[in-house]
C-alpha cells in the first residue's frame, strides 16, 4: 500500500502525496472530530498515512470534509498544478512509479508470452484512453489512427468499450456501425448489460435540477449520461470548486438512492447498486462465448525458435456462444483506462494477473516487482489479464503497466492487433531472415518483427531506414 505523507500546520493538513507528485490542503477543522482527535506530530515532521484511508475517513465526515474530499480526489485524477517538489524529487517519484507500472509498449513480448494458449479480450476505457481528454465532453473524438487501430484490434480479438457515456453518444463519437457502449465490437453482436434501468426516471429529475442548480456557476456543465450524470469541472475556476461541489452535494442529499464517484474533473452521479467498470468487465466476460477450436494452438511458425511463440500464437477471432468466460483459465483480459473509474476494473484484473506472473513469469524482474503485492486472498483466485493505466503522472493504481497517452494506446493497441493472427494465415510473410527476423506486410504496413518486438513502418520505402536504425540485415526485394 502506497502512503502519504501529512504535515500537521496550525489551520491546514498538508497531504503530500509522493506518488501524484501533488499537494493538497485541507482544514484540520473539517477533518478531524472531537471523537476523533488530531494526530499529533513533532513541528516538522510528517505522518504517514494510507491515502486510501484518508480519503475514507473523509468520506465519512461531514459534509465539509466530503466535499473537500471530493475536490481533492478530482484534482488528484486530474492533476491542476505543476508539484512544488523539486526536480530531483519528481524525477524520483516518477522513475520509481515507473519500476513498478512499467511502460506497456516495452512489455510487449510479456503480455504476449503470457498470453498463451489464451483467448486476448480488449477492453478499453474512452475518455483519456481511446481519445485525449478535451474541455468540451462533446468534442471528444478518436484519431483516425487510433479509430482504424480499434477497428483492427476488433477483427482479431473480442474488443469491448467499458464507459460511463452514454451509447448514442459514444457509437457518434466512434463512427463505428458495430460499436455499442458495454458491447463487444465483435462482428455486428452486441452484448448489453443496463442493470439500472428502474433509475432512469430519477436520473432525469436529478439532471434537471442539477441544471438549474449550476446554471449560474460559469464553466460548469451537466452531461446526461442516462445512468450516469456528470458534472463537469474542467472549465469551472478551481477557486470555485468548492461552492459547486456543495451545490452537488445539497442535490444529492435529497436522493440516497443515488451516490457520487470522482473522476477527471468531473464529479458523476450513479445509482447506488453494484455495478462498476470491475463488475462490467467481468459480466462481459461472463457474455463471450469460448473461441472455437479451428486452429492447434499453439502454432509456431519457425519451430527452431519458440521465442517467435509470443508473437507467432494464433489467437483465432471469436464467436458468440452461451459459455462464458468468467470463471475460464482461457482468456486473457487485458484492460486499458485511464480513470478512477477505471481502477475497478484493475482491481479484477490484479487478482488474476498475479496467478498469471506466478505461472508464466516466474524467474522475470517483472514478477519481482509484482511478488510485494501477492498475498494468500490473492492467490486463492484464478485466470490472468492485465490491466494498463493512461496516465502522464504517477498514480495511486492497481494496474499493471503504465501508457503516457492516447497516441501510445494506439501503438499499444495495434501491437496487439497484427502480430497474432495476419501472420500466421495470411500469405503477406514477406521474408524470414534465419530465426529471429520477419517481415510481413498487412494493410499498406510493413511489418518488422523480432524476438516479439515489432515497428511499423508505412511502405517498402522506409524499410531502409528501419532496417538502419534496428542493424537488422535488409528483408530484400519483394
Ligand atoms: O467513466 P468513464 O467512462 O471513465 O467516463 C468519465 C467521464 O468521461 C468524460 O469526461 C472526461 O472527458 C472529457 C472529454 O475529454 C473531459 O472534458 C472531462 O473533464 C473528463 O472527465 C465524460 O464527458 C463524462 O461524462 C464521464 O463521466
Redesign the pocket.
Known sequence: MQGSLIEMTNQNVVISDANSGNDMTIKVASLFSPAAPKPTAAPGKYITISRRQFLKKLETCGGGARINAWVDSMRASSPTHKSPASLAEIEDSNRSWILHHPSALGMFEEIMNASQGKQIVVFL????TL?P?????DL?FMTNEMRDAVRDVAKFFPTAIV???CRAKLCCFIFLSCLLILGLIQGNQAVLFQPAKDFLPMMDEVCKVLLEKTKSTPGAKV?N?KF?L?V?F?CVDEKIWTDLAEQVRLVLKEYPKLRLTQ????L?IRPTIKWDKGKALEFLLGSLGKPPKFFPAPTVVNSANDRYLGVLYSNPVSVFCPLGYANSNDVFPVYIGD?R??EDAFKVLLLVLLICLDKFLSSSKLFLTHICMINNQVLRKRGQGFGILVSKVPKETDASYSLQEPREASTSICNFAYPSHHLLYSSDILRMVGDRLVYFKISGYVLLTTLGRMETTETTRTVEGLTQRTNLPHPGRF
Open positions: 476505457d474512452y475518455d483519456g481519445s481528454i478535451v474541455d468540451d465532453p471528444a464507459s460511463g457515456r452531461e449520461n450516469c456528470s463537469h474542467r473522476g477527471r474533473k468531473v458523476e480513470d473509474t477505471d
